[in-house]
């Protein structure tokens, strides 16, 4: 089972629609999450940052985090055709130096979101 | 200004060929990653170097070696390229426990 489960998509939806976008997990010891858009070729640019579970808003942007369920979320308001792009998910667990076991990021496959002007 | 750089942005050399790529951050983070995206658009983790030692090591050929000269840089050396090692190669930086990672625009590996 993979540690991070994304619908590749991709998803159509027209413009200004509400768009959801999720990502489950197995490994209960995540306890960043983020959401990363990828626009084609292009690096991957943050988009939201949350510490376990609840909500947090940014403009047009809100993200969820269950962490009961394993599950993350990612809406967009009033979507634009600016936003088509690939949308990642990506969680860490905490942090550990000195031998540890250390981590970077693990990501979900993305899904490939097109908003039709 | 660019927060994490690389060059070079495209890269095409043929197998056998010993190449690297460059990776510089100006964000005074701690830590610094190379992850690997391939043609199915999947993000995967290669290296991590954290303070100038090599913190996690993921199961990559030994082919690949990050190089760290100072924590603002990390390169990524390649020898003996395979057809299999293309890719989009991209490095990232972070401050330090769970914190966001940054990311660069991506070299784009091609060995024909």
């Known amino acids: 089972q993979k540690e991070v489960e994304q619908d590749p998509g991709p998803l159509s939806v027209p413009e200004g629609a509400i768009v959801s976008l999720n990502c489950t997990y197995s490994n209960s010891a995540f306890q960043y999450f983020m959401w990363y858009r990828q626009y084609s070729r292009k690096g991957p640019e943050l988009l939201m940052y949350t510490y376990s579970s609840g909500n947090k808003e940014d403009g047009r942007f809100t993200a969820q985090v269950d962490k009961s369920s394993k599950y993350i979320s990612l809406f967009i308001r009033d979507s634009q055709p600016s936003d088509s792009a690939t949308y990642l998910c990506a969680m860490s667990e905490t942090y550990m130096y000195s031998g540890g076991g250390a981590d970077g990021l693990t990501f979900g496959k993305g899904t490939h979101l097109i908003i039709q002007p | 200004d660019t927060a994490v750089s690389q060059t070079p942005k495209y890269l095409v050399t043929q197998m056998g060929n010993d190449k690297s790529i460059k990776c510089e951050q100006n964000?005074?983070?701690?830590?610094m990653y190379w992850y690997k995206q391939d043609s199915k658009k999947f993000l995967k983790i290669m290296f991590s170097y954290n303070n100038k030692e090599l913190i996690i090591n993921e199961t990559v050929p030994n082919r690949f070696s990050p190089k760290s000269p100072d924590k603002a840089h990390l390169n990524l050396h390649i020898n003996s390229l395979e057809l299999g090692d293309s890719a989009v190669y991209f490095c990232?930086?972070?401050?330090?426990?769970?914190?966001?990672?940054?990311f660069g625009q991506g070299t784009r590996l091609t060995v024909v």
């Open positions: 964000l005074g983070h701690d830590t």
């Open positions: 990232a930086s972070r401050v330090g426990q769970g914190e966001k990672a940054f």
